[in-house]
Nanobody
Framework: QVQLVESGGGLVQPGGSLRLSCAAS????????MGWYRQAPGKQRELVAFITISGSVHYTDSVKGRFTISRDNAKNTVYLQMNSLKPEDTAVYSC??????????????WGQGTQVTVSS
């Protein structure tokens, strides 16, 4: 059983920066994928970024050049550095890890979410 806990959300002015963290605890054999999604009220859930076991990173177009995803495997932690924040980035951000002994037997785990508000 794996639990994920996010931190780093908060209120920031447009153009500011935040760094989100998500740390996993529990029985972790291998983390295949790690990433972040977000959802604003009345909006569809959006995959923001993810990083694979090989280190390949992917971003949704709206955050390219502004957000950076990274991982620390020794700490079972994924980060999302968010720069040049815009009001439209306001949302609840949640992390996800795919964990298992093999990919075919792996399970996706989700954090509880952390609020990011970009407003002047």
């Amino acid at each position: 059983q794996v639990q994920l806990v996010e931190s780093g959300g908060g209120l920031v002015q447009p153009g500011g920066s935040l760094r989100l963290s998500c740390a996993a605890s529990g029985r972790i054999f291998r983390i295949y994928d790690m990433g972040w999604y977000r959802q604003a009220p009345g909006k569809q859930r959006e995959l923001v970024a993810f990083i694979t076991i090989s280190g390949s990173v992917h971003y949704t177009d709206s955050v390219k050049g502004r957000f950076t995803i990274s991982r620390d495997n020794a700490k079972n932690t994924v980060y999302l550095q968010m720069n040049s924040l815009k009001p439209e980035d306001t949302a609840v951000y949640s992390c996800f890890f795919r964990v298992g002994r093999s990919y075919v037997s792996s399970t996706n785990y989700w954090g509880q979410g952390t609020q990011v508000t970009v407003s002047s």
